[in-house]
């Protein structure tokens, strides 16, 4: 039997059939069970910034494993503190880093870090994701992945996203934290207006509300910039992070600054491995790596590239290429995206139907010109064939 056939009778069935079995990565590409290989245009779900098995990554982890590998936070260790300082710097502004093992779990702990402001109601994004489990799935936007779970914990309301009046009148002096995406990945790459986080900043400002921008998706390059909230230069009151950080190791992180960040105080707040030496080993070899290739302004180029690329295709099933860097989302004008990924995928490229008429690419930073190109001309042929 395959591993797509054992899957679903061993692995808990929340993410339904796997349509693939993948056994082996090597920079941007996959190596299915049966020897197939694609290109990946998913990068786990804008992960894997560096690719799959990047030698700085796979070097930094193997040294760390056999060096020290999990010690209890009740103890530093040089990894951790590595990793905060880094991350203060790049965001530019003092804090203090709480360390996770996924971005659910870092919105948890933004969530509680609100509460200790003495006030309990957030306002969160209509179409928002922040995450699976309870508190998350309270500040998720989206009502049928939140209906079998209900009640949820939390004072949460949701309001058009991109809105400024509506948020300006959602806000009040009882609000203890606005969260927000700088761009909906699972809404479907889903980009607000120019101004709009400017905009949230002042508004939370005016009211004493925290803004908590969850950068999972965003963070760590994937726009362009070390932090999507930099390319308008806002300034939020903390920042979740999660999935590229890690450099596939599970490493999620909540960025408080200024007064947030001693919010939460000793006993407050834990996890067993958040910040273990091994994921923070990964996360710093990450940063190294974006800064000694100069990822940052490949991310930009290549994202260019590919939105010049598939937009110059002028073919009638597109309307057009929203999102920033290496994380766009090709809006369709009718619903086909997962038959155009299928085809994608019989011909060697691994693209996410992220909605029924947007399909979501977000490859790793180390993806070639050549690979750019070759997934615009097969996008060219699958097209064709959609429409025929
Ligand atoms: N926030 C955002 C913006 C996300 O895209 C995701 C994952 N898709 C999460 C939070 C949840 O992260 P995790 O799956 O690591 O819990």
Redesign the pocket.
């Known amino acids: 039997m395959s591993l797509t056939e054992r899957w679903p009778n061993a692995v808990m069935n929340t993410y339904g059939a796997p349509a693939l079995a993948l056994v082996k990565g090597d920079g941007a590409v996959l190596t299915a069970e049966d020897g197939k290989s694609y290109v990946d245009f998913i990068g786990g779900?804008?992960v894997n910034a560096l690719g799959h098995a990047h030698a700085a990554v796979v070097a930094a982890v193997s040294e760390q494993i056999a060096t020290l590998g999990h010690v209890s936070n009740l103890y530093a260790h040089p990894r951790a503190v590595e990793l905060a300082e880094r991350l203060l710097a790049l965001a530019g502004r003092p804090g203090r880093v709480f360390f996770s093992n996924?971005?659910?779990?870092a919105?948890e702990a933004a969530f509680k870090l609100s509460r200790r402001t003495g006030r309990t109601r957030v306002v969160a994004a209509e179409g928002g994701?922040?995450?699976?489990t309870m508190g998350?799935l309270a500040l998720t936007g989206q009502p049928a992945k939140q209906e079998p779970f209900k009640p949820l914990p939390g004072d949460v309301e949701h309001v058009p996203y991109g809105d400024v009046e509506a948020l300006a009148d959602a806000v009040d002096d009882s609000t203890a934290m606005v969260l927000l995406?700088p761009i909906q990945?699972?809404n479907g790459v889903v980009v607000p207006p120019p101004g709009y986080l400017s905009a949230a900043r002042e508004i939370t400002a005016r009211h004493g509300a925290l803004l908590v921008l969850?950068e999972?998706?965003t963070g760590i390059g994937r726009t362009g910039h070390w932090f999507a909230c930099q390319t308008e230069g806002v300034e939020p009151d903390a920042i979740?992070l999660?999935?590229g950080l890690g450099g596939g190791l599970p490493l999620?992180a909540l960025l408080a600054f200024g007064d947030a960040a001693t919010l939460l105080q000793p006993g407050m707040h834990a996890t067993t491995f958040g910040g273990n030496p091994v994921c923070c080993a990964a996360g710093l070899a990450v940063l190294d790596t974006i800064e000694s290739e100069g990822l940052l302004d490949r991310v930009k180029r290549l994202g260019e590239r590919l939105r010049r690329g598939i937009e110059g295709l002028g073919s009638p099933a597109v309307s057009h290429v929203r999102g920033a860097g290496l994380l766009l989302g090709i809006v369709l004008t009718a619903p086909v995206s997962a038959d155009l990924a299928a085809k994608l995928k019989d011909v060697g490229f691994l693209a996410q139907a992220v909605q029924p008429d947007v399909l979501r690419i977000a490859p790793p930073y180390v993806l070639t010109d050549e690979q750019a190109d070759a997934f615009v001309a097969a996008l060219d042929t699958v097209l064709g064939e959609a429409l025929s």
């Open positions: 779900v804008a996924s971005g659910a779990e919105n994701f922040h995450g699976r998350a995406e990945g699972e969850d999972v998706q979740t999660a999935k999620g």
